[in-house]
């Protein structure tokens, strides 16, 4: 059974850093590409980042892009996601979501998410 | 940047009707390889995101054939025949066919 556990979450301020963790199991983690998308507070989902099975390609959403970095250890199975000078806005669940093979990059798996609360 | 507007922020239906979502594409997901990368999934409070359809119109793994994917270019609609309580949900699309990937602004679904 394919499992996605995120951890890290938790309260913290303006300005400062964050990691956040994905557990994958139950499926090959080094064959499949990889995401994290991010819901605020009765809002719609937005996605953040992918990264290729391999780790070599990244892409971020505009609103993260040069402040997070998606990065992953296949020998772990575990996805990161390294968030630095977090803002209000970044005030969200935070998901983790494998991209199917073969399928047109949606994403088939999902974890049930991280709260991430940025504030003073 | 592919913007995609669902209109409908919410739709209230009773059970055993049929009800249709729509989201319209900024520009066509109709890819080289003939396929729309354009997909949709459901939100379940307290139940993780579920993928339902994905190419427009081809179900996932265990989704009932109530739950129908359909359209092209840059109008996609999901449509649920017979309705069912637990059907209640948000539902969103989701292009892939940019590296930027966009969602729909999602549309819930409500009893009537």
């Known amino acids: 059974e394919v499992q996605l556990v995120e951890s890290g979450g938790g309260l913290v301020q303006p300005g400062r850093s964050l990691k956040l963790s994905c557990a994958a199991s139950?499926?090959?983690?080094?064959?499949?590409?990889m995401a994290w998308v991010r819901q605020a507070p009765t809002k719609g989902l937005e996605w953040v980042a992918s990264?290729?099975?391999?780790?070599?390609?990244?892409h971020y959403g505009d609103s993260v892009k040069g402040r997070f970095t998606i990065s992953r250890d296949n020998a772990k199975s575990t996805l990161y996601l390294q968030m630095d000078s977090l803002r209000s806005e970044d005030t969200a669940t935070y998901y983790c979501a494998r991209h199917g093979t073969g399928s047109g990059w949606y994403f088939d798996f999902w974890g049930p998410g991280t709260m991430v609360t940025v504030s003073s | 940047q592919i913007t995609l507007t669902q209109q409908a922020e919410s739709l209230w239906v009773s059970p055993g009707e049929k009800v249709s979502i729509t989201c319209r594409a900024s520009q066509s997901l109709l890819y080289t390889d003939g396929k729309h990368y354009l997909s949709w999934y459901q939100q379940r409070p307290g139940q993780t995101t579920k993928a339902l359809i994905y190419h427009a119109s081809i179900r996932t793994d265990g989704v009932p054939t109530r739950f129908i994917g359909s359209g092209s270019g840059t109008e996609f609609t999901l449509s649920i025949e017979d309705v069912q309580p637990e059907d209640i949900a948000l539902y969103y699309c989701?292009?892939?066919?940019?590296?930027?990937?966009?969602f729909g602004s999602g549309t819930k679904l409500e009893i009537k």
């Open positions: 990264i290729s099975y391999g780790g070599s390609n990244t």
């Open positions: 989701l292009q892939t066919l940019k590296k930027l990937l966009t």
């Open positions: 139950g499926f090959t983690f080094s064959d499949y590409n």
